[in-house]
C-alpha cells in the first residue's frame, strides 16, 4: 500500500534533514538528495523512541503539578498546556512554512496509521510529525546516526558482544566487495559527528575503520574470533584520537607562520592533535593521510618539512594544480 501525505515544515527544518539525508547518502540515481526514503527510514527507526519521550515528558510534568497540590484532571490539561505553547512554542510560532509530499509504504506506511488512528487527539498529522522531525534534530548526529542506521547498529552490538566476525559492503567501494571483520569498538568522530566501525580485517589482518553509515548488507556469522590484546589497544587509542583512520601514525615538523596559526586555532575539523611547539614548527605523532589532508588547505602560511613524503605530497599538490591554472 502507498499513500502520499501533505506535511508542512519550516525551512530550517527542512534544510537540516536535508543535510543529514545528504551526509548519510540517501542519493536518487541522478545524485540528487533522496529526502523521501530518508524520512521514511526515519520515521520508522524514530517513531517508537519518540512516542515513548513523549509520553514519559507529558507524565513527569503531569506529576510535577500534582505533587504541587493540582488535581490530577487539571494537571493532566495543564501538562498539555506547557507542552504545546512552551516546549514546541518555537514550531507555532514559525510561520514560515513550505508543504512538503511525503510518499510513504511498507513498514512507513503503518506507522502513519498507527499515528493517524490512535495519536492526533489534539493535533494534525502534519504537526505530529514536524513535531517527531524537530525532536530527531535535536539529539546530536552521531547519535541521529543510530537511529537512521538503527538495524546496522543493533548487528554490530551484538557482534561486538559475542565477539562474532561480520561482512558487509560499504558504498566507499565496489559493491562486489565484501568485507569480513573482526569488530572492536565503535567511536564516534568529534569532527564530523559521526561513527566508525575500528575492526581487524580477516583477509589483510590488518585494523581498518569503516564509517557506519556508509556499511550494508551487514551480516553477523556465526563464527567467533579471540580478542587480540594488541589490536584492542591500538584501536582504542585510535578510537580516542582519529576513529576516521587507523593508518600509522608518523613524525612530522610543519613550519606556521602568524597567519598559518590563526588558521589552526580556526580550522577544527579533523585537526591533529599537537605533541610539541617550538617556536614555529610545531611537532605532530599522526597519520599521514590525515595530515596531508588537514594542512593542504593552508597554502603557504603551513610548510611540511619532515617527513619528506608528505612534503612530497601537498607539493605535488600545489605543483599540478598551479599548471591547470596556468594553461
Not at 510529525?129 to 547498529?153: C, G, H, Q, V, W
Not at 566508525?196 to 551480516?219: A, D, M, Q
Amino acid at each position: 500500500m502507498t499513500e502520499k501525505y501533505k506535511i508542512y515544515l519550516s525551512e530550517d527544518t527542512k534544510t537540516r534533514l536535508i543535510n543529514d539525508a545528504e551526509l548519510f547518502e540517501f542519493i536518487k540515481k541522478d545524485e540528487s538528495v533522496n529526502l523521501n526514503a530518508f524520512l521514511k527510514t526515519l520515521i520508522v527507526n524514530y517513531f517508537e523512541r519518540y512516542r515513548h519521550d513523549s509520553a514519559d515528558l507529558r507524565a513527569n510534568i503531569q506529576q510535577d503539578l500534582e505533587e504541587a497540590s493540582i488535581n490530577s484532571k487539571d494537571a493532566a490539561i495543564l501538562a498539555d498546556k506547557i507542552i504545546n505553547n512552551y516546549i514546541k512554542s518555537d514550531n507555532l510560532r514559525d510561520g514560515k512554512n513550505s508543504a512538503l509530499t511525503l510518499t510513504v509504504s511498507g513498514s512507513s506506511y503503518e506507522v502513519l496509521k498507527i499515528i493517524e488512528n490512535n495519536l492526533l487527539t489534539d493535533t494534525s498529522l502534519s504537526r505530529y510529525l514536524k513535531d517527531m522531525f524537530n525532536s530527531y534534530l535535536s539529539i546530536p548526529r552521531n547519535e541521529r546516526e543510530a537511529i537512521i542506521f538503527k538495524d546496522t547498529y543493533e548487528d554490530i552490538q551484538k557482534a561486538l558482544k559475542s565477539h562474532r566476525i561480520i561482512t558487509f559492503t560499504s558504498t566507499s567501494s565496489s559493491p562486489k566487495l565484501v568485507f569480513s571483520v573482526e569488530p572492536y569498538i565503535i567511536a564516534p568522530s568529534k569532527e564530523e559527528q559521526c561513527n566508525y566501525l575500528l575492526c581487524n580485517e580477516r583477509k589483510s589482518g590488518k585494523p581498518r575503520t569503516f564509517r557506519i553509515s556508509r556499511l550494508r548488507n551487514v551480516f553477523v556469522t556465526p563464527d567467533t574470533f579471540s580478542v587480540d590484546p594488541s589490536i584492542q589497544k591500538e584501536l582504542r587509542e585510535k578510537a580516542t584520537r582519529s576513529p576516521h583512520s587507523v593508518s600509522s601514525n608518523v613524525q612530522a615538523v610543519v613550519r606556521i607562520n602568524e597567519y598559518g596559526v590563526k588558521k589552526f586555532k580556526v580550522i577544527t575539523k579533523n585537526r591533529p592533535i599537537v605533541s610539541k611547539i617550538e617556536g614555529n614548527l610545531y611537532y605532530f605523532d599522526w597519520p599521514e593521510q590525515q595530515l596531508e589532508d588537514y594542512f593542504i588547505r593552508f597554502g603557504r602560511d603551513a610548510l611540511v618539512l619532515k617527513p619528506a613524503s608528505l612534503k612530497e605530497k601537498i607539493r605535488k599538490y600545489y605543483y599540478y594544480g598551479l599548471r591547470e591554472y596556468n594553461k
